[in-house]
């Protein structure tokens, strides 16, 4: 039951965060020039390596070190702990949700900006698409192989640096 509840929770929340960026993403490439489509892309892609970074980094970090910070009562360090009795589940927020849902939308919108550079240079739709798609998939494939290595090396840091910016959210 309790692996239900959190399934039907991921479900929600992607559901609901696809939707978002979604209409964002339509709303706003349209209305913008190619340079703003492809920085807004940029931006999707940028979230994604970020979040990737941030679920391998807890997933790969040890929760000693950030228990002695806790009775130390450094700022972040239960909230830390917190991310990493949890990792799983963070993990499958930040990699697979987040990254994933700016990983199709950063599909969707060049396609979008693809069009428009197709009608404004009269070049083949369906060429342009196809290295847009490319250049939109290899550029996040290749920063989350590279934010992978960031973050296993990195571990601690990054789960330090989550775990205080949670704590100023709590405020």
Not at 15 to 32: A, D, H, N, R
Not at 82 to 111: F, P, T
Request: hydrophobic share 50%; with cysteine.
């Amino acid at each position: 039951m309790k692996k239900t509840k959190w399934l039907l929770t991921v479900l929600l929340i992607s559901f609901i965060l696809s939707i978002v960026m979604s209409i964002t993403s339509e709303g706003l490439i349209p209305k913008v020039n190619v340079v703003i489509g492809i920085v807004i892309i940029l931006l999707f892609i940028f979230i994604a390596v970020i979040f990737d970074m941030i679920g391998v980094a807890i997933t790969a970090q040890e929760e000693t070190p950030f228990h002695s910070m806790a009775s130390k009562k450094i700022k972040g360090s239960t909230n830390s702990v917190r991310l990493l009795k949890n990792s799983d589940k963070i993990a499958s927020i930040c990699n697979d949700v987040v990254g994933d849902v700016c990983g199709v939308v950063s599909g969707s919108a060049g396609v979008l900006v693809a069009n428009t550079i197709s009608e404004s240079f009269d070049i083949n739709k369906s060429i342009i698409v196809l290295v847009t798609t490319a250049i939109i998939a290899s550029l996040t494939i290749t920063g989350k192989a590279y934010g992978k290595t960031i973050a296993i090396n990195n571990s601690k840091s990054i789960t330090e640096k989550v775990g205080k910016v949670l704590h100023r959210f709590q405020k």
